[in-house]
């Protein structure tokens, strides 16, 4: 557990480490980034994939829901801003210990934002025992 620059406190995933190591393993090494930038901005985890590159934001805080709300920001932030096209797909990963109820509401609200705006976005579940990420929501 660690507490970040606004106070609250997040139960860490042990680094991004294990889940870029996950993605390096599935995709290859040379198609993952940890900590790549664009400008003074630092995406938490790049894959490089052949329609362009998926932008992973790895939040860790007890809720759920203000994990969803601190990553989509910045994912849109680092994708899109000022008037830049950066990423195809934008990835918010968190720890899989949620409760039920709370991995239901924030994937129908992923769904909900991806049908009302179109935006390429999903949400994704680390395992820190077996070391694996969920399926796409």
Known sequence: VRLDGKGLIRA??????????FLAGKYGGD????????????????????????FYEIKTYPSL????????????????????????????????THSDRSKRDAQRYIARLRKLYHLPICLRYFDMESKTLSVAY
């Open 12 to 21: 860490g995933l042990d680094g991004d480490a294990a889940v870029t190591a």
């Open 31 to 54: 198609n993952v980034d940890q900590e790549s930038t664009i400008g003074s901005r630092r995406i938490d985890i790049v894959l490089k994939e052949r329609r362009g590159y998926v």
């Open 65 to 96: 829901r203000t994990s969803v709300r601190e990553a989509l920001g910045q994912l849109l932030e680092y994708a899109h801003y000022p008037e830049s096209d950066n990423a195809c797909k934008l990835v918010i990963v968190t720890q899989s």
